[in-house]
């Protein structure tokens, strides 16, 4: 009985060993919770947990995540924006944050020859302007050969807003009157992976998308032989950037800005882009036919030249006739 007494005051009414106990049960430090195994299996089962979740995320909502920020262009620049445009010639436009040119890398051969120094540091929209007319002009474009009046801008989004770009590009060549009416651009939305399956193929990033919605697997056709085919240029013309009657409007205020420039009453262009139910496209049609009656076509001179040309012809036909009529006369 005594040894029993002298064990339940030992254990039960040890104050120090009853708070050890608790202690112990509360903070287990030598349990199996704090073994080094077990911390480390838990880390790991942890980090596996949450990058699942993050990439449940991801696919939920691609269109909120920015995969790449920025792009090196080939001069070691960071560039936020890729534009590319084929007409053969061929160009690759890289885009700072504010949407200015920073880099521009000819393709091809025929890209080399036009002048592009002065474009770098211009908005996107303004250089790609530039380089169809250049191209126009430097007779690339065949403005009588429909299959030769084509260009294919594609962009690349690293980081700024890719909507912004496109719509800036769509209101310049829609509102331009340096580039003729015959000439047809088509936007297309690219991505990095289309812009390294390009690079593997050796071909220009408008050259590869064109064949990729057609799925043409044989030798990559060019811009040219792709819209001979009216079969191809419906499936274009489906896939490319549409023009919407925001930025048709935007299109014809930036005409009738331009004709105020040079002094021309634009009260009736005005009248009619507020009129409800205008044909906007016809709007834009009447405006370029104001531009052009003002600025009198090459054709014109061409006349001249050829009228020249036959007015020189029979200068040298009477010269001959009277050389002969001379000859004549000396032998008789």
Known sequence: ????????NENLLNE??????????????????????FRLSFGLMTLVILSLFISNIIQSQPDKIVKTVGITTPRNQLAYALVSVDINPSFELYVDKNDRVIEINPINEEAKTLIIDQLIGLEVQDVVEDLIKQAQDLGYINLIDTNQNTVIISTINYGIDGEKIIKNIQVKLGSSVNIDRSVKSYIIRATDDDREEAKRENVSLGIYMLNGIIQNKGVPMSVQNFVS?????????????????????????ALINELVTKGIDVTS???????????????????????????????????????????????????EDDSEEDDDEHDD
Do not use: C
Request: avoid cysteine; proline fraction near 2%.
């Open 1 to 8: 009985m005594d040894k029993l007494k002298q064990t339940f």
């Open 229 to 253: 085919d009216l079969n191809n240029l419906e499936i274009l013309e489906e896939y490319a950037e549409k023009t919407n009657g925001t930025e048709l409007v935007e299109i014809i205020q």
């Open 16 to 37: 120090d060993k009853i708070l050890h106990s608790i202690n112990h049960k509360i903070n287990p430090k030598n349990g199996w919770f704090y073994h080094k195994a």
């Open 269 to 319: 262009f005005q009248n009619r882009l507020n009129r409800e139910g205008e044909d906007l496209e016809e709007l834009i049609d009447d405006l370029k036919d104001q531009f052009e009656s003002l600025n009198p076509n090459t054709n014109s001179d061409d006349k001249n030249d050829d009228e020249y040309e036959d007015d020189e012809s029979d200068d040298d036909k009477s010269y």
